[in-house]
């Protein structure tokens, strides 16, 4: 149920892309479930609110994962010194054949939903696997922690072992059309999202009519996009017809400029006119910092991106990367940026704390709608943060202390959290 609230505490979310908005000992006012601002004082309307006073702890916006795949939890931080392609056939692809088992998917998912539940992060865009039933397990798990998220059912007719590849486009899409129609309406806070693999693993065939459905139903796709050499090269075999990878995306009908939004993960190596198009499309860009130097991707130009005016998020990547948490991402993005920096072009700034934090909260939560800050009108989602495990001997600022949670990306820092005005505990 959505209640109506006060937070008291050291309050600190996103301006903009380069601005935080700081109060100590504010008052951040929720009303069914929707943010009425953030005030130094109380105000009078409100006094009639109860207040949970949290003292000294820092109260943030709920962070949001734009790419993260539920199935691979249990492989994390396995096979790290393999390449994407190599890593998918050793890896990914024997564990996620183990969810047509209902009891073994049962159990892994139970780990994923309650590892992210315990964490900073508040919203989710997740892949499942091939399999509707595990998928739809996955989705009544979801919905029943509180997150608000959008699940994914794979699709794979293709360039994958036999015993997970779907039999074929038609089957592969009628699966998918009528898992849609059972889940669509079935949750409050759980909804289905397409999810073609990536291009190598679906036919020109099934993207179509993966295209089709979702102008049918109007809900948004995630994929993957440009994040391997090897992976690119491929594709233009796949698609000799297309000018780069997006361009083959978009010829098949799933690279925005729909009603819905499109989520590509990655864009390590996107082109000029890529990135054109992914502005002109609306596309967002979900950059996956951990992974991409995990499996040796490369490092994605997100300050070229965010200087293009692209929409710009943050995803865990599991199990390319090793944690669900957000601020690990926010941490790794800096990092991987300065990297690029020195190494690769250095007429691209490195992100700042403060732009890391904006595409984990605010960049991302535009996915969702109005989500990702306490500015009045929206979705009230925050993160109660108690930092008194990090000793020092210094007085430290909020601005301070937010970034050493963010480069320290302790989960255990987490004592409370509210989803759109939902407390989960």
Same mark, same amino acid.
């Given at each position: 149920?959505k209640?109506?609230f006060?937070?008291?505490?050291?309050?600190c979310y996103?301006k903009?892309?380069?601005e935080?908005?700081?109060?100590d000992?504010?008052y951040a006012?929720?009303?069914?479930g929707?943010?009425?601002?953030?005030?130094?004082?109380?105000?009078?309307?409100?006094?009639?609110?109860?207040i949970?006073d949290?003292?000294?702890?820092? *109260?943030?916006?709920?962070l949001?994962?734009?790419?993260?795949?539920?199935?691979?939890?249990p492989?994390?931080?396995?096979?790290?010194?393999?390449?994407?392609?190599?890593?998918?056939?050793t890896?990914?692809?024997?564990?996620?054949?183990k969810?047509?088992?209902l009891?073994?998917?049962?159990?892994?998912?139970?780990?994923f939903?309650q590892?992210v539940?315990?964490?900073?992060?508040?919203r989710a865009? *997740?892949?499942?696997?091939?399999?509707?039933?595990?998928?739809?397990l996955?989705?009544?798990?979801?919905?029943?922690s509180?997150?608000?998220?959008?699940?994914?059912?794979?699709n794979m007719?293709?360039?994958?072992?036999?015993?997970?590849?779907e039999?074929?486009?038609?089957? @592969?899409?009628?699966?998918?059309?009528?898992?849609i129609?059972?889940?669509?309406?079935?949750?409050?806070?759980?909804k289905?999202?397409?999810?073609?693999?990536?291009i190598p693993?679906?036919t020109?065939e099934?993207m179509?009519?993966?295209?089709?459905?979702?102008?049918?139903?109007?809900?948004?796709v995630?994929?993957?996009?440009s994040e391997?050499?090897?992976?690119?090269?491929?594709v233009?075999e796949?698609?000799?017809?297309?000018?780069?990878?997006?361009d083959?995306?978009?010829?098949l009908?799933l690279?925005?400029?729909?009603k819905?939004?499109?989520?590509?993960?990655h864009?390590?190596?996107?082109?000029?006119?890529?990135?054109?198009l992914?502005k002109?499309n609306?596309?967002?860009?979900?950059?996956?910092?951990q992974s991409?130097?995990n499996?040796?991707?490369?490092?994605a130009?997100v300050?070229?991106?965010?200087?293009?005016?692209i929409?710009v998020?943050?995803?865990?990547?599991?199990?390319?990367g090793?944690?669900t948490?957000?601020?690990?991402?926010?941490?790794d993005?800096?990092?991987v @940026?300065?990297?690029r920096?020195?190494?690769?072009?250095?007429?691209?700034?490195?992100?700042?704390?403060e732009?890391?934090?904006?595409l984990g909260?605010?960049g991302?939560?535009?996915?969702?709608?109005n989500?990702g800050?306490?500015?009045?009108?929206?979705?009230?989602d925050?993160?109660?943060?108690?930092?008194?495990? *990090?000793?020092?001997?210094?007085?430290l600022?909020?601005?301070?202390r937010?970034?050493?949670?963010?480069?320290?990306?302790?989960?255990?820092?987490?004592?409370s959290?509210?989803?759109?005005g939902?407390k989960?505990?």
């Open positions: 149920m209640k109506s006060v937070l008291k505490g050291n309050i996103s903009n892309q380069k935080l908005y700081i109060i000992g504010g006012v929720c009303v069914d929707i943010s009425k601002g953030v005030f130094p004082e109380m105000p009078e309307k409100y006094s009639n609110l109860p949970k949290c003292g000294n702890q820092l *109260i943030i916006p709920g949001v994962d734009l790419h993260v795949h539920a199935p691979q939890f492989f994390r931080g396995l096979g790290m010194d393999m390449e994407l392609l190599e890593w998918l056939e890896n990914t692809f024997p564990e996620e054949s969810y047509a088992d009891d073994y998917a049962n159990r892994a998912y139970d780990l939903v590892d539940l315990k964490g900073p992060n508040t865009c *997740i892949f499942a696997t091939v399999h509707v039933p595990a998928t739809e996955l989705m009544d798990k979801l919905e029943d509180g997150l608000n998220t959008y699940v994914g059912k794979v007719d293709r360039n994958c072992p036999e015993y997970l590849r039999k074929d486009a038609s089957v @592969s899409a009628a699966d998918t059309k009528k898992w129609e059972g889940t669509i309406h079935k949750y409050d806070h759980t289905p999202i397409l999810t073609p693999r990536f693993s679906c020109d099934l179509k009519m993966l295209s089709e459905i979702q102008r049918e139903y109007e809900i948004p995630q994929s993957h996009l391997n050499r090897k992976e690119i090269a491929w233009q796949l698609c000799p017809y297309s000018r780069f990878y997006g083959a995306y978009d010829k009908g690279f925005g400029g729909m819905t939004p499109t989520l590509m993960a864009c390590v190596y996107s082109s000029e006119e890529e990135i054109h992914m002109e609306g596309v967002y860009v979900v950059h996956c910092p991409n130097t499996v040796s991707s490369g490092m130009p300050r070229q991106y965010l200087n293009e005016g929409k998020g943050l995803g865990s990547d599991v199990a390319g090793g944690e948490s957000i601020f690990r991402a926010m941490a993005a800096i990092q @940026s300065k990297l920096a020195c190494c690769v072009d250095d007429s691209l700034e490195q992100l700042t704390v732009e890391a934090f904006y909260t605010l991302g939560g535009a996915f969702f709608g989500v800050s306490f500015a009045p009108g929206y979705e009230f925050a993160v109660v943060l108690d930092d008194t495990n *990090i000793p020092t001997t210094l007085e600022n909020t601005k301070q937010l970034e050493r949670l963010i480069y320290f990306s302790d989960d255990r820092n987490v004592i959290k509210y989803v759109n939902r989960l505990f």
